[in-house]
């Protein structure tokens, strides 16, 4: 986990969770000056959301992982990786480009979780994006990153994903998680029931 620090921040109408892969187009004068800049000194940069009241105090750190595309103009394609969270603590604008005085964001320690739960949001999952996941036994040892990584694959809406980024309980985001497939369970079910009842032109069985 990252010590204190001054990071540069890009805000975005993106959520990034840690283990997450965001690729970026990067094309503002401003944000080529600060990709330039990670690029050059191997420097992490913050994500945060940003909306009509601002942006959140709670990002995650981005590592640039491939440089896919310069162009002339400077415009780059970049492909990051996110890395820990953090939570901002004081702004500064006096640069081309947002930066904040951050600290780094940790789960609450010493939580119990029933290993129920864990098994309960992994046979959720779609058995294709199972395979694409570390195996689930290490999982169940990293209860905080499996929460994670599946909220990835979960696609949620950005205020559900964001909750889930400032949540400090792993038990607490895999309760979330597990609610969310059985929403998912029942909007299946009600569109079953009414493809079968369709296909009897709604005369009872």
Known sequence: MMPDIRLPLFPLQVVLLPGELLPLHIF????????????????????????????????????????????????????????????ILR?????????????????????????????????????????????EEELRADPSRFSFLAAILFRLPLPEKQALLENLSPRERLELLGGHIERRREKDRLATRHRQASARNGKPA
Not at 64 to 69: H, P, Q, S, V, Y
Not at 127 to 134: E, G, K, S, V, Y
């Open 28 to 87: 503002e004068e401003r944000y080529k000056l600060m990709i330039g800049e990670c690029l050059e000194e191997e420097r992490l940069f913050g994500v945060v959301l940003v909306e009509a009241r601002g942006i959140r105090k709670i990002g995650c750190t981005a590592r640039i992982t491939r440089l896919l595309e310069k162009f002339p103009d400077g415009r780059m394609n970049i492909l990051t990786l996110g890395e820990d969270r953090f939570e």
């Open 91 to 135: 702004l500064f604008e006096n640069h081309p480009y947002l930066q904040g005085e951050t600290q780094p964001l940790e789960d609450r320690p010493g939580e119990l979780l029933p290993p129920e739960l864990v098994q309960r949001v992994w046979e959720g999952l779609e058995a294709a994006d199972r395979q694409n996941l570390p195996p």
